[in-house]
């Protein structure tokens, strides 16, 4: 089976030297099994990404001698695709509209006091899972702000156990519910980071996910979304950040050099694939 890696930034800032490690990372697993690697732009938020930093990261990418396929898929180009499989689990029951704001939502967990809590902060506490048919109904006839959220617990008794394949960790029993009941989609927005990122990689063809070990977290909730939506489940490869010489990683907001300032100030593209991790082999 040939092997098909990617590339997904969010065109949200700048690249940096933790986006060219990921890279280079994905396009050298394609590399080292004679596989294909792809560049999909993950431009969902209207108010975050920018079209003019899909350019940039493209000609960065491109500086750093870094080669993909064409088309490159933007995920804001495809959300019909997206609404289709909402539109799956909707129909399935999986999938509930919540009206809470994020201050009632941490006004429940206070009150709960020993909330669950997951890897990315306290889950959500379920306050419209119960939501009775009329009461949901009518808060949508009233135009009220709702994000539509899994239920995870009935999706995972749909499913029964699940298991995915992680190349640095081995197999992992799929625990999706350390997440809660994550939001899939909202009012305005038919897609969201999980459901986007998950249907992509289907609908590309993508047997090799790589990326950080910070949506190690995700995979749990994409595996089941897999199950759900009766999509090919990939093997995936998350790989360390990177990190400075203090061992702090070098996230997009802790004011990492992009890879244009390194370049303006002069540094090889050689050099700065040094610095993201992938130092030239001695000849
Ligand atoms: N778009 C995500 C990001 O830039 C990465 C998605 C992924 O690799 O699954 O953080």
Known sequence: ??????????????????????????RHAAVAARGRFL??????????????FVDDLMEDLAWLGLT???PVRRQSEHLADHRAALARLEDGGLVYPCFCTRKEIAAEVARAGHAPHGPDGPLYPGTCRALPASRRQARRAAGDPFALRLDVTRALERTGPLRWYDRARG?????PQILGDVVLARKETPTSYHLAVT????????????????LF????????????????????HHHPLLTDERGERLAKRAGAPSLRALRAAGRTPAEVRGLAGFPERAA
């Open 1 to 26: 089976m040939t092997v098909v890696t990617r590339f997904a930034p969010s065109p949200t800032g700048h690249l940096h030297l933790g986006h060219a490690h990921s890279a280079l990372f994905g």
């Open 39 to 52: 560049l999909r732009i993950e431009d969902i938020d209207p108010t975050r990404c920018r079209p003019a």
């Open 68 to 70: 993909w396929e064409t």
């Open 171 to 175: 197999w992992q029993e799929a625990t």
């Open 199 to 214: 249907v992509d990689d289907a609908l590309q063809g993508v047997t090799l996910v790589t990326r950080g070990e910070d």
């Open 217 to 236: 977290f995700a995979s749990h909730l994409h595996r089941l979304l897999q199950a759900l939506l009766d999509l090919p489940v990939p093997a995936w």
